[in-house]
């Protein structure tokens, strides 16, 4: 009677460890009395200095300075790439900063294609992404030479996908995370000041700031939820909120600058992803 007992409780442990998975995928409902969620992402403290890659270094050096001045990146006169991370608007709103929502099991429609990653001037474009497991990513390669993406998601770890990116072709790759790692990083394998990020969304509830740092998210089923704030050299500040019925609730997330430190010139093997990158627990 006993080995019958355990017998059946394992059968059941088994079919659970198939079921959870699925069980807990995020399902898409029609949402009555969703609220909303609204704030500022703010940078407090100092501006840190920019990252300073030596182009002379590097392949392509004429290509790679040909770089436009905007926000985020320039070449300077002594031909170095200078690129700033933290990026603030008036009343020094910060762009870059990935909103989310965890523990929402069911909501709005999720509606997110795949990425487009642009390579132009030995740069990528968009510096951040919001990415699905498994999603599709594009990279475009505007310029008349080979890139290497790379992509990392923990410190000087393994890398887990290399694709090829020829001169003016597009390539396709997926995203795929291991376990609950949330955070990715691609890299040039030829050029390490080609960079952009990546951060793992489980639901359509996330945002990322522009210049104001102001973001918006609504239709949010009534609960209660932990958002998250995340900028791609910075720890992630969290909040625990409720949502009532066709409520509102309003947010600041401060990010201090001073917590940066670093060396006005790096050397080529930082600014890459921190250890801080694999956060435990669940990524719902």
Same mark, same amino acid.
């Given at each position: 009677? %006993?080995k019958?007992v355990? !017998?059946?409780?394992?059968?059941?442990?088994?079919l659970?460890?198939?079921?959870c998975?699925?069980?807990?995928?995020?399902?898409?409902?029609?949402?009555?009395?969703?609220?909303?969620?609204q704030?500022?992402?703010?940078?407090t403290?100092?501006?840190?200095p920019? +990252?300073?890659?030596?182009?002379?270094?590097f392949?392509?050096?004429?290509?790679?300075? $040909?770089v436009?001045?905007?926000a985020?990146?320039?070449?300077?006169d002594?031909?170095n790439?200078?690129m700033?991370?933290?990026?603030?608007?008036?009343?020094?709103?910060?762009?870059?900063?990935?909103?989310?929502?965890?523990?929402?099991?069911?909501?709005?429609? =999720?509606?997110?294609?795949?990425?487009?990653? +642009?390579?132009?001037?030995?740069k =990528?474009?968009?510096?951040?992404?919001?990415v +699905?497991?498994?999603?599709?990513? #594009?990279?475009?390669?505007?310029?008349?030479?080979?890139?290497?993406?790379?992509?990392?998601?923990?410190?000087?770890?393994k890398?887990?996908?290399?694709?090829?990116?020829?001169?003016e072709?597009?390539?396709?790759? #997926?995203?795929t995370f291991?376990?609950?790692?949330?955070?990715f990083?691609?890299?040039?394998?030829? #050029?390490e000041f080609?960079?952009?990020?990546?951060?793992?969304v489980q639901?359509p509830? =996330?945002?990322?700031?522009?210049?104001?740092?102001?973001?918006?998210i609504?239709?949010?089923?009534?609960?209660?939820?932990?958002?998250?704030?995340? #900028?791609?050299?910075?720890?992630? $500040?969290?909040?625990?909120?409720e949502?009532?019925?066709?409520?509102?609730?309003? !947010? %600041? =997330? $401060?990010?201090?600058?001073?917590?940066?430190? +670093?060396? !006005?010139y790096?050397?080529i093997k930082s600014?890459?992803?921190?250890?801080?990158?694999?956060l435990?627990?669940?990524?719902?």
């Amino acid at each position: 009677m %006993k080995k019958s007992v355990l !017998l059946v409780c394992w059968i059941i442990i088994s079919l659970g460890m198939v079921w959870c998975p699925q069980a807990f995928a995020y399902q898409e409902v029609e949402v009555k009395n969703g609220g909303s969620i609204q704030g500022t992402a703010l940078l407090t403290g100092p501006n840190p200095p920019p +990252r300073i890659y030596h182009l002379v270094l590097f392949p392509n050096l004429d290509m790679c300075a $040909e770089v436009p001045e905007d926000a985020e990146t320039l070449t300077d006169d002594e031909m170095n790439r200078v690129m700033y991370d933290f990026i603030e608007g008036e009343d020094r709103g910060l762009s870059n900063v990935v909103i989310t929502l965890e523990h929402v099991d069911a909501g709005k429609p =999720f509606g997110k294609s795949g990425i487009m990653i +642009r390579a132009e001037n030995c740069k =990528f474009y968009p510096t951040v992404n919001v990415v +699905r497991q498994g999603e599709v990513f #594009h990279v475009d390669n505007i310029d008349a030479v080979m890139h290497n993406s790379q992509v990392y998601q923990a410190e000087r770890g393994k890398i887990i996908l290399n694709i090829p990116i020829p001169a003016e072709q597009v390539s396709d790759g #997926h995203v795929t995370f291991q376990k609950d790692y949330k955070i990715f990083q691609m890299i040039c394998g030829m #050029h390490e000041f080609m960079q952009t990020w990546g951060f793992r969304v489980q639901n359509p509830y =996330f945002f990322k700031t522009g210049l104001d740092g102001k973001f918006k998210i609504d239709n949010i089923p009534p609960g209660k939820y932990r958002v998250n704030a995340w #900028h791609y050299l910075m720890k992630t $500040e969290s909040q625990e909120i409720e949502i009532k019925p066709n409520g509102t609730v309003d !947010l %600041k =997330f $401060e990010f201090d600058g001073g917590q940066i430190e +670093r060396p !006005l010139y790096e050397t080529i093997k930082s600014g890459r992803i921190k250890k801080d990158a694999r956060l435990p627990g669940s990524v719902h």
